[in-house]
């Protein structure tokens, strides 16, 4: 099925370790994006990627880095994970700025 | 900060009733969104309205949006148990390339 394909769905992490989030998206987009989410506080980006080469700052960046392998992939790697990172993060992408987002199922981070 | 505020956060109806939710957002934009998600699952886009339009229907969905009141609306009609999820509204902030979402709203359609 075409979408959005999301690397792990679950993920417990001790303080200290790093892991990376893959994201892959198989509809040709150009645009792809970071979000957490937590309880209460909705949806929050990240960071994100205009187009292939490009990566910006979201809303909450810090602690985290990103990675615009090609068209397709989207990778989030936390270098030092806290437990304010626990959250459920999802990938995005879109097939022109502005437009209607997909979305993957998710990955539920918790980090102890 | 959340760029758009859901209201109510919480509505229950009975199965064929209407529901309304209203997002309410602070700076100009040049797009909203409505997504809807079910529990456990990613966000599913429902309808896009640019800020030069007042109102945009898809299926049983309506959207309006008021730029002078910095506002908009979700109207589902006939509800439906399935319709049970939360609904989240995302404006662009007049950047046109990423989307802020808000807190969301969560519905409750009774059978």
């Known amino acids: 099925n075409a979408g959005v394909t999301q690397t792990p769905k679950f993920q417990v992490l001790k303080t200290g370790q790093s892991m990376t989030l893959q994201c892959a998206q198989d509809?040709?987009?150009?645009?792809m994006y970071w979000y957490r989410q937590d309880p209460g506080m909705g949806l929050r980006l990240i960071y994100y990627?205009?187009?292939?080469?490009?990566?910006d700052k979201g809303e909450v960046p810090n602690g985290y880095n990103v990675s615009r392998l090609n068209k397709r992939e989207f990778s989030l790697r936390l270098e030092s994970a806290a437990p304010s990172q626990t959250s459920v993060y999802f990938c995005?992408?879109?097939?022109?700025?502005?437009?209607?987002?997909?979305f993957g199922s998710g990955t539920r981070l918790t980090v102890v | 900060s959340q760029q758009g505020e859901e209201d109510p956060q919480a509505l229950s109806i009975q199965e064929g009733e209407n529901a309304t939710m209203n997002c309410s957002y602070k700076?100009?934009?040049?797009?909203l969104q409505w997504y809807r998600q079910n529990s456990g699952r990613g966000l599913v886009h429902l309808i896009l309205?640019?800020?030069?339009?007042r109102e945009k229907h898809s299926g049983r969905l309506r959207v309006t949006l008021d730029t002078s009141k910095k506002s908009s609306s979700l109207l589902i009609t006939a509800s439906r148990a399935a319709d049970t999820a939360s609904y989240f509204c995302?404006?662009?902030?007049?950047?046109?390339?990423?989307?802020?979402f808000g807190t969301g709203t969560s519905l409750t359609v009774i059978p």
């Open positions: 995005a992408s879109s097939e022109v700025q502005g437009g209607g987002y997909t």
């Open positions: 509809m040709n987009h150009n645009s």
């Open positions: 990627s205009a187009s292939e080469g490009t990566t």
């Open positions: 700076t100009s934009i040049n797009n």
């Open positions: 309205i640019r800020s030069n339009e």
């Open positions: 995302a404006t662009d902030r007049n950047t046109g390339n990423q989307f802020y």
